[in-house]
Structures are given as C-alpha cells and as structure tokens.
C-alpha cells in the first residue's frame, strides 16, 4: 500500500506494527502467588524440599503495543479513503471502517520443584541458608492477542458492489512446560519449639519460551 500511495502521491499512509511483530512486545507482569512446602532434614547441615506453587504473574503486553495499534487502526480508513479518492469516477460510496481488540489473556503458572538446602550456620536460632533447586514450569490459559479488522464498502464503476473484511491477528505462543532452575538465599528464624519465620530470596532461571 505504501508503495501505491507514492506512486498516487497522497500524504497518507498507514502506520505499521512492525515494532511490535518484531521487537519485544510483551513482559512478565507482577502478581500474587502461593503454595506449599515440605522439607526433610537429613542432618544439621541439609535438607531436601519439596514445593508447589500457583502465581497469577502472567505474560501481558509492553505498554508500547497500544499506541501502536491505535495508529495502525486509525489510519487505515484514512489512507484507503485518501486513496480511493484519486478517482472518485470508479470508486463511489467509498465507507472504510477499521476496529481493533486488545486482548491481555488470562494465563496462569504452576510450578513444582525439589531442592537442595544448606544451611550456613547450625544449631542457631538465626540460620541463613542457600539452596538449589529443579523443576517444571506450566503455564495454563490464554496468551495476550491483538486483531484488527478492516472494512471496505463501495461501488466499483457505479456498479459492482465492493465489500471487503481484512483481519490481522497477531498472538504469542509459547511451550505450555518448561524446565526450570532456581537458587535461593535466605535466612529461618525460630520463634519457638515449634514454629518460626522464614524469609527469602530466590531467582528462577528458564528458557524463555515465547
């Protein structure tokens, strides 16, 4: 089209998704999670654990994605109109509409993992810890989507009826399991016989599936 509307020497054109289709277009986004563990103590020094979790932190799209599509969607009814225009004696009627839908998708993650804990000091009341772990990833639900949709109606040669649906649908897939690493550091603190309050920091390391 842009070629076209050169060589017809119009001003307009219509924007392009190209920094969306190829540049990074989506991000993991931030949300709750929760689950549980298990833990058997082999000796004073290590542990081996067991955890499932659920999160709701789910793959969204970068907050360049809307604006660009705005543009795309606005200004496919000008350019075709402008276009169309050229030679208003064999297209008439010209009504060109163009619609988008921004879809962020609903997906969610699972994950279980087994691990190795090493605790730095022992028999503390404080104990800091580091671990290394191994798992499977699941991603469940939808991935974010972009569609727009173009119409042209007219009347070619005063006529023949013209009416043309266009839809472009852009989506992201990515493999449903994944293998997962993660490592840990973090400290326990007992606050009696029985129970205590543990805090950490863990990073987990994957492909990147999308």
Do not use: C
Request: glycine share 8%.
């Amino acid at each position: 089209f842009q070629q076209i509307a050169t060589q017809a020497q119009i001003p307009q054109r219509i924007a392009t998704l190209d920094n969306v289709v190829f540049l990074p277009s989506s991000e993991r986004g931030n949300s709750w999670a929760m689950g549980g563990r298990i833990s058997r103590v082999m000796n004073p020094r290590a542990s081996i654990e067991g955890s499932v979790e659920f999160s709701r932190a789910q793959i969204r799209l970068a907050d360049s994605v809307r604006p660009a599509v705005e543009a795309a969607r606005a200004s496919f009814p000008t350019a075709w109109t402008a276009l169309f225009a050229t030679d208003p004696a064999t297209f008439q009627n010209v009504d060109v509409t163009a619609a988008s839908t921004v879809s962020d998708g609903d997906m969610t993650q699972m994950s279980a993992e087994g691990a190795l804990i090493i605790n730095i000091l022992t028999r503390r009341r404080n104990t800091p810890y580091v671990g290394m772990g191994v798992g499977l990833v699941r991603h469940s639900g939808d991935s974010p989507s972009v569609t727009l949709t173009g119409r042209t109606r007219m009347m070619l040669n005063g006529t023949a009826p013209i009416d043309e649906l266009d839809t472009l649908t852009l989506g992201y897939a990515l493999d449903r399991t994944v293998v997962a690493a993660s490592i840990r550091l973090g400290i326990k603190r007992m606050m009696g016989e029985r129970w205590g309050v543990q805090g950490e920091m863990r990073e987990q390391l994957s492909s990147n599936p999308l």
